[in-house]
């Protein structure tokens, strides 16, 4: 092998390490806060669920909520580290853990479209916003379809 490949092999590989190295660091968790049934508490006992918050590059954060034995129950993402300006991704799950409402913040106020999953994941409703403001609403029909042209 000359030597002109293996400079090149090497400098793919340094640059492999360094990106992977860069997605793991590239979240960082900040806190996590237990939740009992009064609101936040100190006592693991009385916790009944807990918030893990995550800071990314750029000063996005993510405060997503979990059933303290149970699955997550929703994300949302936020341009602030006081997580008062809603900006980003939002997602919604049932108790079960399954997603049922997924949708962007922009400034503390919905847009674009939001969708709503019945239990097989499948989009059943998408509601259309603008600054917050509800602009269109489509429910979508989840019956059966039977092939009528035979």
Known sequence: MNFKKIIARLFLTV????????????????????VGKDGITDDVKKATSFIA??????????????????????LRTYSDSTLTS???RSFEYTLQGRL????????????????YLNDTGKVIKTERYQDGVLVNADVKDTADKKDTTS
């Open 100 to 115: 049922y409402k997924k949708g962007y913040y922009s400034n503390n106020h919905k847009t674009g479209n939001w969708d």
């Open 15 to 34: 640059t492999m390490l360094a990106g992977i190295i860069f997605f793991l660091h590239a979240q960082k968790l900040v806190d996590i806060v237990l």
């Open 53 to 74: 918050i995550k800071a990314y590059p750029g000063g996005v954060f993510e405060r997503i909520d979990y059933k303290l034995q149970g699955p997550i129950i929703q």
């Open 86 to 88: 809603l900006s980003g």
